[in-house]
């Protein structure tokens, strides 16, 4: 399969496999190569030319908010917390894995969708390195005031939005379109509804056919239809775009070879300069040898330039080094906090209460050098001294903490009968 010049092949999956098409969004996508194969990395001969990759529904979570404001710059942070809130956070190491697209402005308010990706599987990703990462649902143009539905590598879909704009997008459990399909849909929308981000409930469900095999039979359509409660209709799934912009996302394993390329490229680059530099100089010292004075003299004045150069590097690294406290995440009092409360005990009656915690995370000195000291001291008192057991061991045997070296002294009864406990940790070696 040859592209003409300018165009991109556009990688997305598509009823029972993964579908090349190739364009461009000015004159349009056709399809070039439909395969059955379910993983991405099975389908060979992908042309050359520009790869964008659009990733499945299935490996991506999407919840809308309403957001009060229209503060562009402070959306992002506000999808970040809505998504911990519901207790969906990013892998740290997995690469750019969240993102979020504004939907819809309504006075002072927006409209948002923050996505989260599951780090792709081995199989999940294809064997030539893609461009740029976007969900397959903002590939397809959603029909306005309708829900969509297609089928996508087995699996039924449907999404909620206007256009080129995404609402909402979800895979549904099951492989069948039921009656009990249906009712999901159904479900998903009045919560849409309950949380503010849908205004009126769609009036009609747009199903998306291929012409193939895999197209659903009239008495599907039927039972899909009375579970969701709306009129529906069908039509033959339209040709995908690329989103522009395209999503953020990008899975670690395409970063970690984008930066290996990169590094690669400058080393070359570095090598090559050198190497220029180098012969260049031989051959100025060989047709001026006459002036090496003056040269070193000049070279000489050129070091000495460098000085307040160097003076600021080193002030540049002794402020970067006072802000350390700050920039180093995994010792922030907030962190250190959120792990000692997860090593606690649970259970009725509180068996366990943390009365004080003291987190120090700040610069000491010590014969006349800076040092970082790093502290925790916990006070509290439990039912039981199984309890106060259990706290201590847990927290020297938790992985999250292990840059501590823990005292744990006994346990001492107080006057209102309960065990009490002193705790104490360091972080060793710290000057």
């Not at 199989?123 to 893609?130: A, I, M, T, V």
């Not at 050129?302 to 080193?314: A, F, M, N």
Request: charged share 25%.
């Amino acid at each position: 399969m040859s592209t003409k010049k300018g165009d991109s092949i556009l990688m997305i999956p598509g009823a029972d496999g993964w579908e090349l098409w190739s364009g461009s969004n000015a004159n349009g996508f056709s399809k070039q190569i439909e395969t059955e194969a379910l993983f991405a990395l099975d389908v060979d001969k992908i042309p050359g030319g520009t790869l964008n990759f659009a990733l499945p529904v299935r490996q991506l979570l999407a919840l809308p908010m309403k957001a009060q404001t229209d503060d562009l710059s402070l959306l992002g942070d506000l999808a970040t917390m809505h998504l911990e809130r519901n207790g969906v956070r990013p892998m740290l190491d997995g690469g750019e894995l969240a993102d979020y697209f504004v939907y819809a402005s309504e006075g002072s308010d927006s409209i948002l969708t923050p996505v989260v990706l599951t780090p792709p599987v081995e199989g999940e990703l294809p064997r030539k390195s893609p461009e740029a990462f976007d969900i397959s649902a903002r590939c397809l143009p959603m029909p306005r005031g309708k829900v969509a539905v297609w089928r996508e590598l087995g699996r039924w879909i449907f999404g909620l939005g206007d256009g080129e704009r995404i609402l909402y997008f979800q895979c549904l459990p099951s492989e069948q379109l039921d009656e009990r399909a249906g009712r999901d849909v159904r479900l998903a929308l009045t919560q849409l509804q309950l949380q503010g981000v849908l205004a009126e409930m769609p009036d009609e469900i747009m199903l998306w056919t291929t012409g193939g095999g895999s197209d659903p039979r009239q008495e599907e359509v039927e039972a899909f239809a009375r579970g969701v409660d709306l009129v529906l209709d069908a039509e033959p799934k339209p040709a995908p775009h690329w989103p522009a912009p395209p999503s953020r996302l990008l899975p670690a394993d395409v970063r970690a070879e984008r930066m290996e390329l990169k590094g690669r490229r400058n080393r070359n680059i570095m090598v090559a300069a050198g190497l220029l530099l180098y012969l260049g100089l031989i051959g100025f010292l060989f047709h001026r040898y006459q002036k090496a004075d003056d040269q070193a003299v000049a070279l000489e004045r050129k070091v000495q330039g460098l000085g307040p150069e160097t003076e600021d590097l080193l002030l540049h690294q002794d402020k970067w080094d006072e802000l350390a406290p700050v920039v180093e995440s995994e010792f922030y009092p907030y962190e250190i906090f959120h792990r000692v409360v997860n090593s606690a005990p649970r259970g009725e009656g509180m068996p366990l209460r943390l009365q004080q915690a003291t987190i120090l995370n700040q610069y000491r000195e010590k014969d006349g050098q800076q040092f970082i000291q790093r502290e925790i001291a916990l006070r509290g008192n439990a039912a039981e001294t199984k309890d106060v057991g259990s706290f201590s061991e847990t927290l020297q045997k938790s992985p999250e903490l292990d840059a501590f070296d823990w005292s744990v002294p006994p346990e001492q009864k107080g006057r209102s009968g309960r065990w009490e406990f002193n705790f104490s940790a360091i972080v060793p070696n710290q000057f």
